[in-house]
């Protein structure tokens, strides 16, 4: 894993364009524009607020900024939750730190809804398995890119993919990670009426892991902070 960082410091571009806006859900139209959002196409962890420029979910966005990769299959939006099991099946899910193959993936394109829904005649969109992977685990990025960082090709450990959302150094593991349908929670998920309480499903076993806690710097010079992260881990071990 000791390249990764290395390879997500050339990937990952510096994000100054992601700005916290307070309440951003509570905000009427003309507040949304005027902070650079707008009211979208629900994403599959079920927010529809997307930003201007790049129709990336702002919730999803945050996400990934607070470094957070996790799902669950069973409390996603109901429209995404098909495609992406049987994506899952096909996946040799494994160790966190190695790449999980999926051969029969990789030159496939799968057709899902996406930000271009809302105004689009065809309410589905044909991604790429890594982006549709990264946006199930990560987060919604909407037009942008998600890059692999190991290189391997039919590589789809949601840990080895990128987008110019996320930090440096990845969590290192994936919480929640439920990729299969669960009966007692689809029942649980149809049960929940509540928006609130819904959030709380989807969110209480996030593993907030900004990044590691040595990084004490929120540094915008990667190298730095790949040297300040090295050099500790390497203190640590010597
Ligand atoms: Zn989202
Ligand atoms: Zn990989």
Redesign the pocket.
Known sequence: MANIPKKIASLVREHDSFRHVPNAERLSTDELTANGLYKGYP?????DIRLLDNHS????AG?IRDNICGFDLNYMQEEYKRKYADLWSQIAVGDPSECWEAPGLTQKRICLPSYRSLYARDKSTNVTAHKAIYQCAW??VGALFVTRVCGNKTCLNPLHLVSNWNRLFPPSVISPFDYAFQPEKLMQYQQVQDANQLKVLRERYYKCTIQNPLVNQNNSDYDSEYIQYYQSEWQETS
């Open positions: 994403c599959p962890h079920g927010h979910c702002y919730l999803c996400k987060g919604d």
